[in-house]
């Protein structure tokens, strides 16, 4: 294996087709100010480095980039690539992963908005993402202590596997099939609009309007905060600890809570509202 170290890389497709090689300790920055330094490369590692321009790592393939950061100039860095592994690093810049396949994220901080659009097979672990519209139409995404903060995030997404994390973002999982979110904290408004097959376990849930217009929900010895005009129009099986702020008309299903705070029923509901209601295992 090649191996690059020690240098600083500032002209336009600086390592164009490089191949099996060990870039580190090197710097891509300068007034030179190209952009596209590892363009259709196979089988790098990037260890240590430090990037400062653009679209760095675009049509890779077998890439790792370990304890580097990318800084907010570094735009776009990872476009259309497939098996890759980010591990301890730090990445800026807006739409830092897009259209990626099979990508692993490790211990890393990530702060960019329109992070990880339409990429198939992402895994994260221990990191946090600060982002907004965060994960847009990716599908088979799975993430496991993972902080998150922003707005609109996994809007679209299907085949989603959430443990043990925190996600604090208003409008997260509009539109979303098929995901699962188990023992995590869900803060922020309008949670869940539009998804079909959206699945809480043991979750801590907060905010104003949760989960309208659902198909297929369900909830799973959840607990709920401040979560008033719950479940209107869905489609709902929820067994709640404690108790909701209020529920407004909810299409059919069975919701149990040890307290409802208010019943809402209006005579101008769309829809004809068959949902059985239980609060402290009477019917309300």
Partial sequence: MQIIQDRRFGEERALYRLRDALVKNCRFEGEEDGESAFKECENIAAQN??????YPFWHARGLRFEHGE???NCRAAMWYDEDVVIRGSTLNGIKAVRECKNVRIEGTQIDSPEF?????GIALKESSVHSQYAFFETRGLTAERLTLTGKYSFQYGRDIRIFRSELNTKDAFWHTKHAVVTDSVLSGEYLGWYSEGLTLVRCHISGTQPLCYCKGLRLID??????????EYSDVRARVRGGIAS????????IEADAIGSVLRTED???PVRAKLY?????V
């Fill in 279 to 283: 609060a402290g295992g009477k019917a």
């Fill in 116 to 120: 990880g659009w339409r990429c198939t």
């Fill in 70 to 72: 990318m800084t907010p």
């Fill in 222 to 231: 959840c607990t709920m905060e401040n979560c008033d005009l719950a479940f």
């Fill in 269 to 271: 509901s769309v829809y």
């Fill in 49 to 54: 480095c430090y990037m400062d321009l653009r």
């Fill in 247 to 254: 529920v407004k008309n909810p299409r059919r299903g069975k």
